[in-house]
Structure formats: C-alpha cells, structure tokens
C-alpha cells in the first residue's frame, strides 16, 4: 500500500463547477499536511497546509480527519486557471526534524470554458 | 518566488557517466532536501541537509550522495547513471512548519 493515495484523476469540470479531491495516508502518526499544486514542467508550489480543525483561504478549504487518515481539498468556483496536479503531502512520523516529505501521485484538475 | 535557485536546468548525460546539480537555498534556511519526480509521479525524497551534514534520506542507493556548503548551498552527485534516473530533480529548504520551499528543478535525461 502506497504512504500517500490520491485518485489521479483526469478531473474535467466546467468553469465556476465545485470540486473535492481526497487523499489516505497510511501512518496514523504523520505530523504535517500540506496541499501542492503543479503545473506542467514546473516544481510543486504550496498551496495551503492542513489542520486538525479544518481552513480555508479563499476559495480552497482544506479538511483533515485524523481517524479516518484522510484528507481533502475543495476547490469552489473554478477557474481557468485552477487547472494543475494537486499533490498531497504528508510529514510522516518519526521525521519530524528532517522534514522528509512524502507526495501523493497527485489529482489532474482540468477546467474547461 | 521562492528564492530557492537550481542549476542548471537541463542536462543530458550517457549511462554510467556522474552527474552533480546545485541548489542555492532561500536567505536563512539551513535545512535543503533533494527530491527526484519521474514522469507522472510525486517527488520522492532523496536526502536532507543540516548544518552540513546528511540527517535523513529515504530509498536511494549509495551512488546517490551530497554535500552542504557553510553558506547552505548544496549539491546532489550521481554517480554511474542509469537510463531510471532520468527524472526533474528538485531542491527544496524547509520552512518553519515543514512545509518545503522548491527551486525550478533540473532535468535530467539519462541516454
């Protein structure tokens, strides 16, 4: 079983559609939780960490369930723009102090006009 | 930006030639990982730097080997490339919650 799962999509969806990815990790100890985005022939870019208690910045919420080991991301109102591979990234345990990352496959977004 | 630099951006090597990549990390991070992202995959972590020395690396073989200079700045050496290594190489320092801070990246095509 991988550390990280992401379905890899491709995600079609319309301008101004709503869209939610999902993420499983396999440690129940991991630290830190991150959301990347991607695009093509370019390094990841952070584009927002996870909490226990859930967070938003603009148009992107972030939600993580430590029960579950599952981790999502909404992207409401879509835009041209949007369209990139969305990574999910965990801290595993043990790691705390060498920052080791582990990267989801990513999710392939695609809006369309 | 993310102020972390690589270089140089691509680069075509023969199998069983070395190769080393360099990375200049953002003003203050002490702390540079190496990841390697083939195509259609997340990066997944080669080693990490601090004050100069290796404190963690993950499922890479001994050929795969670095070093950190007393201004930060790193390298990664790979030595007798295989046609598997071709991938983008990405250099990344580490913020105050973990999170990481990449460079562009240098790809790298192993004939």
């Known amino acids: 079983r991988k550390e990280v799962e992401q379905d890899p999509g491709p995600f079609n969806v319309p301008e101004g559609a709503t869209v939610a990815f999902n993420c499983t990790y396999s440690n129940s100890a991991s630290q830190s939780f991150f959301w990347y985005r991607q695009d093509c022939r370019k390094e990841p870019k952070l584009l927002m960490s996870v909490y226990s208690s859930g967070n938003e910045d603009g148009r992107f919420t972030a939600q993580l369930n430590r029960a579950s080991q599952y981790i999502s991301l909404l992207i409401r109102d879509s835009k041209l723009s949007d369209s990139a591979t969305y990574l999910c990234?965990?801290?595993?345990?043990?790691?705390?102090?060498?920052?080791?990352?582990?990267f989801g496959q990513g999710t392939t977004l695609q809006v369309k006009p | 930006e993310t102020g972390v630099t690589q270089s140089p951006t691509h680069l075509i090597k023969t199998r069983g030639q070395q190769v080393t990549l360099r990375c200049s990390s953002q003003s203050g991070h002490n702390t540079v990982s190496w990841y390697q992202q083939a195509l259609g995959q997340g990066p997944q972590f080669i080693f990490q730097?601090?004050?100069?020395?290796?404190?963690g690396r993950g499922n890479f073989p001994p050929r795969f080997s670095g070093l950190q200079f007393p201004n930060y700045s790193s390298e990664l050496n790979v030595n007798a490339l295989e046609l598997d290594d071709s991938a983008l190489y990405l250099c990344?320092?580490?913020?105050?919650?973990?999170?990481?801070?990449f460079g562009p990246g240098t790809r790298l095509t192993v004939l």
């Open positions: 990234v965990v801290n595993p345990a043990g790691s705390g102090n060498t920052g080791k990352l582990i």
């Open positions: 730097y601090y004050r100069e020395e290796e404190n």
């Open positions: 990344a320092s580490r913020g105050s919650y973990n999170e990481q801070f």
